[in-house]
């Protein structure tokens, strides 16, 4: 794969202060994107000043929508031709565990949130696709929204219903040229899964069993994860829409022994 097929080409990552968002980020702009990041907290690029910061959360849908006007006018094209909408937030319990503030909450952030984030965009990612010829939007879903996970009730209802936006915003916007695809990573070795960790009675023991529950035998990357981000996205996948792409070191798919 060409390192600079995004070249000519603009990206807006939410999200991208830390993690799958930030090495998502990174790796647009290694391959020619000009790409800015979308987070409720200022992000620290340290020495990187290929990427342009624009503040928002997702949860308010004014500042949603100036935030996407200013990564244009950072970005300095009057369209936007692709969109990785990865911020979300996690919870954990079954049913009885979180209450009706807790699923507002996390359902605002991890569903409406690619709602008001791909609203604001639209317009942007239109005059990208008919001066390009496409434009794409990649959603970040979770292995968790297609398998049955333990003590991840809410959460998990939230990404099943990332996946089944996917599908309905791919069908309603192929006509347009707008490509929607979604990746389905297992548990990351991110920074909001240390915190996870960190919290658990016995951090080394939780950190074993995740490692365990993927084929793999360990966490997936935020790397990894960005990696097939950037492929969903990519010019070189124009024929690519609807699809959800598993990063989850086989956890969905495979029926192993165990080790």
């Keep these: 794969m060409a390192n600079d097929e995004f070249a000519g080409r603009t990206a807006l990552v939410t999200g991208g202060a830390s993690g799958i968002g930030l090495a998502t980020a990174r790796l ?3 391959r ?57 937030t996690g919870a954990a319990g079954t049913v009885e565990d979180n209450d009706d503030a807790e699923w507002h909450l996390v359902y605002d952030v991890n569903v409406v949130g690619i709602v008001r984030t791909t609203r604001a965009a639209l317009p942007l990612l239109r005059a990208a696709a008919a001066r390009h010829g496409q434009a794409a939007v990649v959603n970040t879903c979770s292995v968790a929204g297609i398998a049955g996970l333990p003590r991840r009730a809410l959460y998990s209802a939230t990404k099943g219903a990332v996946y089944a936006l996917t599908l309905a915003m791919a069908a309603d916007h192929v006509a347009e040229h707008i490509r929607v695809n979604c990746v389905t990573p297992g548990t990351a070795d991110t920074p909001w899964v240390a915190r996870l960790l960190d919290a658990a ?46 990063v989850d070191g086989g956890m969905a798919g495979l029926r192993t022994r165990p080790r």
């Design 32 to 88: 020619g994107a000009r790409v800015a990041v979308l987070d409720r907290v200022k992000p620290d690029f340290g020495d990187d000043d290929a990427l342009r910061p624009v503040l928002a959360d997702v949860t308010d849908d004014e500042a949603v929508r100036a935030a996407v006007g200013a990564a244009a006018e950072a970005l300095g094209t009057g369209g936007l031709d692709v969109l990785v909408n990865n911020a979300g």
């Design 28 to 30: 647009l702009a290694a």
């Design 201 to 246: 009675p016995d951090p080394v023991a939780e950190r074993a069993a995740l490692n365990a529950r993927q084929p793999m035998g360990r966490l997936v990357t935020a790397e990894e994860v960005a990696a097939a981000i950037a492929y969903l996205a990519s010019p070189l996948a124009s024929a690519t829409t609807g699809t959800a792409l598993a």
